[in-house]
């Protein structure tokens, strides 16, 4: 019942908001997602003292094909729901005070979105996966399409057909999975026990990496990213690189290491290598970018890089870190994203180079950022430093060389981000500057509750390893062969 009541909760709140109206749209969406989120943190302690057996629902849903609605929660899905239902109340509430035409429209794809988001994390049927990962596609190409900038037609097209490319193969996979499962099921627990030869594995290894490849993204399947990051509404680009991702890194761990470890042995390899490739290439192109969200976009792809070649190091440290960063990358790129908005608002440009000396004007918003882009840049005692530092411990496990080049990621970071903070924020203040507004109040609890998140994760992340322990330990003894 808990797990129906966390999954349906938002698209009854859509609805609802949908036909509210436009002037309560924002206050509604920001109740229910509290609310979701209140659920959530509920469904958290009966874990923790009744385990993943409350949360399973079983249901036959098709007889032939053998489809079930199967939904479940383990500490895995449970950290992933966590962190979109988390995420939800400060991505709305970014959106007050700002001028939003068609509100009910807006909020209320948001929430649709969030409905689809749980859906992934939970489904625990193939198909069912596959259902929630196509039908969050809708709300954020409706969201980026009517509410992004100038060049947003051409650029959501891209990001449209790419996504879906992916999960057509996707699809192929699923069903060559069914036909070489002695069951003929999609329900989890049978494919994680399937016997397919090694070289079908290796066609199913290519069907699901490429999906998900797509989705994180890892280079070279990038090239639709920075450009949607930019034109996107913010509150749109924050679902994109905050949550919508992590279906790809968490699909990596659930869907693809423990289905085709023998795929996995054979391309793995491969695979650690273009994610590490993935970083450098990130990294020295942000550090060229004059843009803020640019910028912002390709600090995400390197980071989600390290997340990717942590996973594929087939290692513990690496599975918790690519786990623990995951969340840590989900909270600090939503601030940045965020802190981009804020600026733009105020002063027209996200042009690097043109602005300056706002930490004379806004000294907490000055505080704010200095935070967020330290969690960024992995300062110990910031919830990105445990994560970093696990996935080059688990790569530096795999492979010495590849760990030397993904370390690059900590250093080239902090290169583009402190020399960005420096040319915005100190200095002398420009014509567009010097009347920089200091936040306002729905500005102070977005940050303010993710700086508090950057440093509570940073000191004390042993909540979140006690949690997916069990989980990762069982899909690594899956995925590695013997």
């Known amino acids: 019942m808990m797990s129906l009541l966390i999954l349906f909760f938002p698209l009854i709140a859509s609805l609802l908001v949908f036909a509210a109206g436009n002037k ?56 992933m729901v966590m962190l979109t239902n988390f995420l939800l109340p400060l991505i709305i509430l970014s959106a007050f005070n700002r001028n939003i035409e068609n509100a009910k429209a807006y909020f209320g794809l948001i929430l649709l979105m969030q409905f689809a988001l749980v859906g992934v994390f939970m489904a625990m049927d193939g198909l069912l996966y596959y259902i929630f990962w196509e039908l969050a596609l809708i709300p954020i190409y409706f969201i980026a399409l009517r509410w992004g900038g100038p060049n947003r037609v051409p650029v959501t097209l891209k990001f449209f057909i790419y996504t879906l490319a992916g999960s057509l193969l996707m699809l192929f996979g699923f069903i060559m999975l069914y036909h070489y499962n002695p069951e003929h099921s999609f329900n989890i627990t049978e494919l994680y026990n399937n016997t397919i030869c090694s070289c079908n594995q290796s066609w199913l290894f290519w069907m699901f990496f490429l999906a998900f490849a797509i989705k994180i993204p890892i280079v070279p399947f990038h090239t639709w990213q920075a450009d949607t990051y930019k034109e996107a509404p913010t509150q749109g680009t924050m679902l994109l690189s905050g949550i919508m991702l ?25 695979a650690i290598t273009l994610c590490v490739i993935g970083i450098v290439y990130a990294s020295v192109i942000a550090i060229m970018q004059k843009d803020l969200k640019k910028l912002f976009a390709y600090s995400s792809l390197a980071h989600v890089g390290l997340i990717a070649a942590g996973i594929f190091a087939l290692n513990i440290q690496g599975l918790q870190g690519s786990v623990v960063q995951m969340v840590a990358h989900g909270v600090n790129v939503v601030g940045l994203f965020f802190c981009a908005d804020i600026i733009f608002n105020r002063t027209r440009s996200l042009q690097v180079d043109g602005l300056g000396g706002i930490r004379n004007v806004a000294p907490k918003f000055n505080t704010l950022f200095m935070i967020i882009v330290l969690g960024s840049v992995a300062l110990p005692l910031t919830n990105g430093f445990i994560g970093e530092f696990l996935l ?38 420009t014509e567009s500057t ?48 013997k």
Not at 35 to 45: K, R
């Open 24 to 79: 309560l749209a924002s206050k509604l969406a920001l109740l229910f997602a509290v609310i979701e989120l209140g659920i959530t943190f509920y469904a958290y302690t009966i874990y923790r003292h009744s385990g993943a057996e409350s949360f399973y629902v079983f249901k036959e849903w098709i007889a032939n094909p053998k489809i079930s609605f199967h939904l479940g929660l383990d500490g895995l899905s449970l950290l």
């Open 246 to 270: 992590k279906m790809g890194t968490y699909s990596l761990i659930r869907w693809l290491l423990p289905i085709v470890p023998a795929g996995v042995a054979e391309w793995g390899p491969l």
């Open 392 to 429: 080059l411990f688990g790569v530096y496990e795999y492979n010495t060389w590849l760990s030397v080049f993904a370390g690059l990621t900590i250093i080239l970071g902090a290169v583009y981000m402190l020399r960005m903070f420096q040319k915005i924020m100190l200095g002398n203040t």
């Open 434 to 481: 010097s009347v920089f507004a200091d936040l306002m109040w729905n500005e102070k609890i977005v940050l303010g509750v993710i700086a508090i998140v950057i440093f509570v994760m940073g000191i004390y992340p042993k909540p979140i390893f006690n949690l997916v322990a069990p989980t990762l330990q069982l899909i690594l003894d899956k995925a590695i062969i």
